[in-house]
T-cell receptor, first 113, second 116 residues
Framework: ETGVTQSPTHLIKTRGQQVTLRCSSQ?????VSWYQQALGQGPQFIFQ???????GRGNFPPRFSGLQFPNYSSELNVNALELDDSALYLC????????????FGPGTRLTVT | AQTVTQSQPEMSVQEAETVTLSCTYD???????LFWYKQPPSRQMILVIR??????QNATENRFSVNFQKAAKSFSLKISDSQLGDAAMYFC?????????????FGTGTRLKVLA
C-alpha cells in the first residue's frame, strides 16, 4: 500500500503568480484534505474533497481552489500569490468521510518572494 | 467553534526519562476524536495515538499513553523511556464526530528535545 505523496517538494514563486500543488492519495482513499502550515504554527484547514466534490472549506479566500480527480488524486491551486502564502502545504487522505484517521503526505514547501 | 491549545512551546527530557505534553481543547460537542501527531524534521505528520471521546479508558500505544480528562477538556501525552528518535514537534488535534466536514483542528505544537 503506497502512502500519500506530494509534488513538488519545494517551490519558489513571485508575488502575484499562480501555483499548483499536487497530492496523490493513499490507495483506497477517496477523501483528501489540504492544510497550510505557516512556520512555527500548527496546520490550518484549507478545504476537503470527497469523491471529487468539495466537502467543506476553512477560512481561506477564493483564490485558494482545489480539484479532486476520478483516481482521487488532488490539486491545490493558489492565484495571485501573496508573501503570507509562504508555508508548508500538507495534504491528508482518508478512506472515507467518517473514517477519523487521516494519513499525511510530506508536504510542499512554498516560498513566495 | 472548537479550539485546541498547547501551552508548552518547547519541552526537554533526558533520554530514558518520562515527559508529559499538555493539551487543552474547547468544544460544545459530545462526539469527537483527539489525536497526537509527531512531525519530525522530515515534515511528515505521523499519528502517535488517538482517543475516542466516548471511551473512558485512556489510549496506550507502547511507550505512549494519554491522560484524557473529558470534563476538564484536557488531553495530555505521556512518553515513557524517551528515545532520541522521539525528538520532534508534537501536535494535538481535534476532529468532530458529528456529520459535516471532518477537518482536524490543530494546536500550535510543542517542540520536544531529547537529551543524551
Amino acid at each position: 500500500e503506497t502512502g500519500v505523496t506530494q509534488s513538488p517538494t519545494h517551490l519558489i514563486k513571485t508575488r502575484g503568480q499562480q501555483v499548483t500543488l499536487r497530492c496523490s492519495s493513499q490507495s483506497g482513499h477517496n477523501t483528501v484534505s489540504w492544510y497550510q502550515q505557516a512556520l512555527g504554527q500548527g496546520p490550518q484547514f484549507i478545504f476537503q474533497y470527497y469523491r471529487e466534490e468539495e466537502n467543506g472549506r476553512g477560512n481561506f479566500p477564493p483564490r485558494f481552489s482545489g480539484l479532486q480527480f476520478p483516481n482521487y488524486s488532488s490539486e491545490l491551486n493558489v492565484n495571485a500569490l501573496e508573501l503570507d502564502d509562504s508555508a508548508l502545504y500538507l495534504c491528508a487522505s482518508s478512506r472515507g468521510l467518517e473514517t477519523y484517521e487521516q494519513y499525511f503526505g510530506p508536504g510542499t514547501r512554498l516560498t513566495v518572494t | 467553534a472548537q479550539t485546541v491549545t498547547q501551552s508548552q512551546p518547547e519541552m526537554s527530557v533526558q533520554e530514558a526519562e518520562t515527559v508529559t505534553l499538555s493539551c487543552t481543547y474547547d468544544t460544545s460537542e459530545s462526539d469527537y476524536y483527539l489525536f497526537w501527531y509527531k512531525q519530525p524534521p522530515s515534515r511528515q505528520m505521523i499519528l502517535v495515538i488517538r482517543q475516542e471521546a466516548y471511551k473512558q479508558q485512556n489510549a496506550t500505544e507502547n511507550r505512549f499513553s494519554v491522560n484524557f480528562q473529558k470534563a476538564a477538556k484536557s488531553f495530555s501525552l505521556k512518553i515513557s523511556d524517551s528515545q532520541l528518535g522521539d525528538a520532534a514537534m508534537y501536535f494535538c488535534a481535534y476532529r468532530s464526530g458529528t456529520s459535516g466536514t471532518y477537518k482536524y483542528i490543530f494546536g500550535t505544537g510543542t517542540r520536544l528535545k531529547v537529551l543524551a
